[in-house]
């Protein structure tokens, strides 16, 4: 806890991960202010809610743009040998069967015979065991091992109570859907499970185009589907979600461990420089042998201390020849890489960096959320890093019905609106009811500057600036009004 005097103003500063509010208070908080200011809403809504599903409503959308544009600007823009694709969400059915997605890519869960919940094994064994502050270690159990747990522990159904389980089984996670080709047949196809597969079955493509050597990435941002069986975690773990990530393409000969570590330190700068993700709040976990993917030699996650315990953020995955090998015996396509000098021909290994989107729109949320104490009321502040805010800044004519003052501050906001040298981040306008609600609502988004346009501006052309986070307010002229946003963006 800290104080500090701002313009006669105590105010008490309550971290975000103060036992003072709680973690799953913060949990409940963050989940009803993403609704309250159009974050994040829930599914169908208007339907009862689609379970697992949310849609991003007007402030969601411009931060997840924002964190995407990152991203891109970080991983691809700046870098000479990364390259981008946007590939179809739709793909042959022979692409899953050659990744090993149709066989492998499963969870383990079970049905109550009661209530017909659908629940995924593991997670009601670590639920239950947590609940004890036990711990245990439920990675590659086969679904006999989860029933003799469920069994010796008499877990019972956390949605009925009930005791009547069906024996576990592999549930697969592909989306499956129809295809008519020809009307009145359907074939089957899945929406994608993970976006990797869209660079796979195009290296050849980009090898033909532009001829890149060796190591190169192919880098892409997108939507992939998983039928998940999931309990509540708000955009944790949803059907739909957005991944970005690269395939990062190197000669075998020269060994991966420099290009993983490489690519391990470039994710921590990503987390704790770009996203200013707090480094206490991170940790790498390394797979066990029996949880890694089907496709992967090693795998480690970089994981994110959410309310609700540490879970996966993001993961660094040694593919090895895995996929160009299956894809290249499928498709009977040469998928081998010519070295030019040398003429020798193989198939290249590859590292994947991949990035939940919606995991690191949360993360961004939990750690930016404050709540403090000013004068006896509670102000909720988003400190998000100021080039990820949905607004840079806002403008407000100090009153409303002053023709004069509204003119002014609308030549203001229009100034600043059109000045193309800053990062995407737009400018907001508000008229409504008093500055201190007008302040309030822009706190709660997370808008760094709060602008205002009143009588004194008439006169000498200055106007308020209000810093969102030092509450701090100072005269700036609205010549400088630019370079002052700009330079503190
Ligand atoms: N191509 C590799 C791949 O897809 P993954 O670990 O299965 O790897 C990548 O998924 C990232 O996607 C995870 O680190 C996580 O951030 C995010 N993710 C996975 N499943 C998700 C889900 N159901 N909802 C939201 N994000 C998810």
Same mark, same amino acid.
């Given at each position: 806890?800290?104080?500090?005097?701002?313009?006669?103003?105590?105010?008490?500063?309550?971290?975000?991960?103060?036992?003072?509010?709680?973690?799953?208070?913060?949990?409940?908080?963050?989940?009803?202010?993403?609704?309250?200011?159009?974050?994040?809403?829930?599914?169908?809504?208007?339907?009862?809610?689609?379970?697992?599903?949310?849609?991003?409503?007007?402030?969601?959308?411009?931060?997840?743009?924002?964190?995407?544009?990152?991203?891109?600007?970080?991983?691809?823009?700046?870098?000479?040998?990364?390259?981008?694709?946007?590939?179809?969400?739709?793909?042959?059915?022979?692409?899953?069967?050659?990744?090993?997605?149709?066989?492998?890519?499963?969870?383990?869960t079970?049905?109550?015979?009661?209530?017909?919940?659908?629940?995924?094994?593991?997670?009601?064994?670590?639920?239950?065991?947590?609940?004890?502050?036990?711990?245990?270690?439920?990675?590659?159990?086969?679904?006999?091992?989860?029933d003799?747990?469920?069994?010796?522990?008499?877990?019972?159904?956390?949605?009925?109570?009930?005791?009547?389980?069906?024996?576990?089984?592999?549930?697969?996670?592909?989306?499956?859907?129809?295809?008519?080709?020809?009307?009145?047949?359907?074939?089957?196809?899945?929406?994608?499970?993970?976006?990797?597969?869209?660079?796979?079955?195009?290296?050849?493509?980009?090898?033909?185009?532009?001829?890149?050597?060796?190591?190169?990435g192919?880098a892409?941002?997108?939507?992939?589907?998983?039928?998940?069986?999931?309990?509540?975690?708000?955009?944790?773990?949803?059907?739909?979600?957005?991944?970005?990530?690269?395939?990062?393409?190197?000669?075998?000969?020269?060994?991966?461990?420099?290009?993983?570590?490489?690519?391990?330190?470039?994710m921590?700068?990503? *987390?704790?420089?770009?996203?200013?993700?707090?480094?206490?709040?991170?940790?790498?976990?390394?797979h066990?042998?029996?949880?890694?993917?089907?496709?992967?030699?090693?795998?480690?996650?970089?994981?994110?201390? %959410?309310?609700?315990?540490?879970?996966?953020?993001?993961?660094l995955?040694?593919?090895?020849?895995?996929?160009?090998?299956?894809?290249?015996?499928?498709?009977?396509?040469?998928?081998?890489?010519?070295n030019?000098?040398?003429?020798?021909?193989?198939?290249?290994?590859?590292?994947?960096?991949?990035?939940?989107?919606?995991?690191?729109?949360?993360?961004?949320?939990?750690? *930016?959320?404050?709540?403090?104490?000013?004068?006896?009321?509670?102000?909720?502040?988003?400190?998000?890093?100021?080039?990820?805010?949905?607004?840079?800044?806002?403008? %407000?004519?100090?009153?409303?019905?002053?023709?004069?003052?509204?003119?002014?501050?609308?030549?203001?906001?229009e100034?600043?609106?059109?000045?193309?040298?800053?990062?995407?981040?737009?400018?907001?306008?508000?008229?409504?009811?008093?500055?201190?609600?007008?302040?309030?609502?822009?706190?709660?988004?997370g808008?760094?500057?709060?602008?205002?346009?009143?009588?004194?501006?008439?006169?000498?052309?200055?106007?308020?600036?209000?810093?969102?986070?030092?509450?701090?307010?100072?005269?700036?002229?609205?010549?400088?009004?630019?370079?002052?946003?700009?330079?503190?963006?």
């Amino acid at each position: 806890m800290s104080s500090t005097d701002n313009q006669n103003t105590i105010v008490i500063n309550l971290n975000c991960c103060d036992t003072i509010i709680g973690m799953e208070n913060i949990f409940n908080e963050i989940v009803a202010l993403c609704k309250r200011r159009g974050f994040v809403y829930p599914g169908s809504e208007i339907y009862g809610g689609l379970a697992n599903t949310y849609d991003y409503g007007p402030m969601g959308v411009e931060l997840l743009r924002n964190i995407k544009n990152a991203w891109w600007d970080f991983f691809v823009t700046k870098r000479e040998n990364i390259y981008g694709l946007d590939t179809n969400i739709l793909m042959s059915p022979k692409v899953w069967e050659a990744s090993g997605h149709t066989a492998s890519f499963t969870d383990v869960t079970l049905d109550c015979k009661e209530c017909h919940m659908r629940t995924r094994a593991d997670h009601l064994i670590e639920d239950h065991f947590s609940k004890q502050n036990k711990e245990i270690k439920v990675e590659g159990l086969s679904t006999e091992e989860f029933d003799r747990i469920i069994t010796a522990e008499k877990i019972p159904c956390p949605n009925c109570g009930k005791q009547k389980w069906t024996p576990s089984r592999k549930f697969n996670l592909l989306f499956e859907t129809h295809i008519g080709i020809v009307s009145g047949e359907k074939s089957l196809a899945y929406l994608r499970g993970e976006i990797a597969q869209g660079m796979f079955v195009n290296f050849k493509n980009v090898l033909d185009s532009l001829s890149p050597k060796l190591p190169f990435g192919l880098a892409q941002s997108g939507a992939a589907f998983r039928n998940e069986v999931t309990m509540g975690k708000f955009t944790f773990r949803t059907l739909q979600f957005n991944l970005s990530e690269f395939e990062y393409f190197f000669d075998p000969k020269e060994g991966w461990e420099k290009y993983y570590d490489e690519w391990k330190k470039e994710m921590w700068v990503w *987390s704790t420089e770009i996203l200013q993700l707090k480094s206490e709040n991170l940790r790498w976990r390394l797979h066990t042998d029996d949880e890694r993917s089907h496709y992967s030699k090693k795998t480690e996650d970089i994981e994110y201390q %959410f309310p609700f315990g540490f879970k996966e953020l993001y993961g660094l995955a040694y593919r090895t020849d895995y996929d160009l090998k299956n894809h290249m015996e499928k498709s009977g396509v040469d998928l081998q890489y010519t070295n030019k000098i040398t003429n020798e021909k193989f198939i290249p290994h590859v590292l994947e960096p991949t990035f939940g989107m919606d995991r690191t729109f949360l993360a961004v949320l939990f750690n *930016s959320y404050k709540e403090e104490e000013v004068n006896g009321k509670k102000r909720i502040v988003l400190s998000l890093p100021k080039y990820l805010a949905p607004y840079i800044a806002a403008v %407000f004519p100090l009153v409303a019905n002053k023709e004069n003052i509204v003119k002014k501050a609308r030549e203001v906001y229009e100034k600043l609106k059109t000045n193309d040298q800053r990062p995407t981040t737009a400018i907001a306008w508000d008229e409504r009811g008093n500055i201190g609600k007008r302040y309030f609502a822009q706190d709660e988004i997370g808008t760094p500057y709060c602008i205002t346009v009143d009588y004194q501006t008439l006169e000498d052309s200055t106007v308020t600036v209000r810093d969102r986070d030092s509450m701090k307010q100072e005269r700036v002229k609205i010549e400088d009004l630019t370079n002052y946003v700009n330079k503190r963006s």
